[in-house]
């Protein structure tokens, strides 16, 4: 549906929190390139200081091979600066298009909320300055059927797992981009390491100092995001996905 030689590739994106409030925490940010590399930022203070390295090691076990970068970072502001670095390193302007699930679509959203609202607590400028930006809840909500029926009783596939497993059912999925995308695409729909059916266990986690969960449970999240995207761009117009400048 969208010309892939002449549109942007994306990167996606998504956060983990302590909650939902002004003054809960960043816990995880995480990255998905278009070369299937992901970045994560681990969010910890100095006594509960983790080794980069060694759960580099640990995802890489339990992923079967993603290719993933953690960078430890030590506090709030460090986390926002770490973002913006990464942007800076890996983000190309001209070529690249951010993307998230429902991060500022239905009832407002929640990841730009909460991170502009962590820049300016922590009077850190805006990480996303300028970047070109499209939220993937409203066309997969609106151009794609998600409704799932069951004994007579109809019910949307709201959330990002539950619109990723209805729509990456089996193998299949692979097949009608296997021409669009890298030959060594890990799909997520064959490797199924999310250790947590939400969130909410991810917080748990985080406060347990269980890292490794936390991570993979965030690398799952944009890895799903980001063939979720594919997926749009393969099957719906251009004109139905809005995008915007952050």
């Known amino acids: 549906m969208i010309d892939r030689k002449s549109d942007r590739e994306h990167v996606a994106w998504d956060i983990e929190t302590t909650g939902f409030g002004v003054t809960d925490s960043l816990t995880v940010v995480g990255f998905w390139f278009p070369d299937g590399h992901a970045v994560l930022l681990l969010n910890v203070y100095s006594e509960e200081w983790a080794d980069a390295e060694e759960l580099e090691s640990q995802i890489d076990d339990a992923t079967e091979g993603v290719d993933v970068t953690v960078r430890v970072c030590e506090g709030g502001t460090a986390m926002l600066q770490g973002i913006r670095e990464v ?119 985080y406060r347990k100092q269980l890292y490794l969960d936390v991570l993979l449970h965030n690398l799952a999240d944009i890895h799903r995001t980001w063939e979720l995207g594919e997926l749009l761009r393969e099957y719906v117009p251009g004109k139905d996905i809005s995008t915007k400048k952050l």
């Open 87 to 205: 942007m800076y390193e890996r983000f190309e302007n001209n070529h690249n298009r951010l993307v998230a699930y429902n991060a500022e679509s239905w009832n407002g959203g929640f990841d730009l909320p909460f991170l502009r609202t962590h820049c300016i607590a922590c009077s850190v400028p805006w990480v996303f300055d300028g970047l070109q930006f499209a939220d993937l809840y409203d066309p997969l909500k609106k151009r794609l059927n998600t409704t799932v029926t069951d004994y007579s009783t109809s019910a949307d596939a709201n959330t990002l797992t539950g619109s990723h497993e209805l729509l990456t059912p089996t193998k299949a999925l692979s097949e009608p981009l296997a021409d669009t995308i890298p030959e060594d695409h890990s799909w997520y729909v064959h490797q199924h390491y999310d250790p947590f059916e939400s969130s909410a266990s991810a917080a748990y986690a």
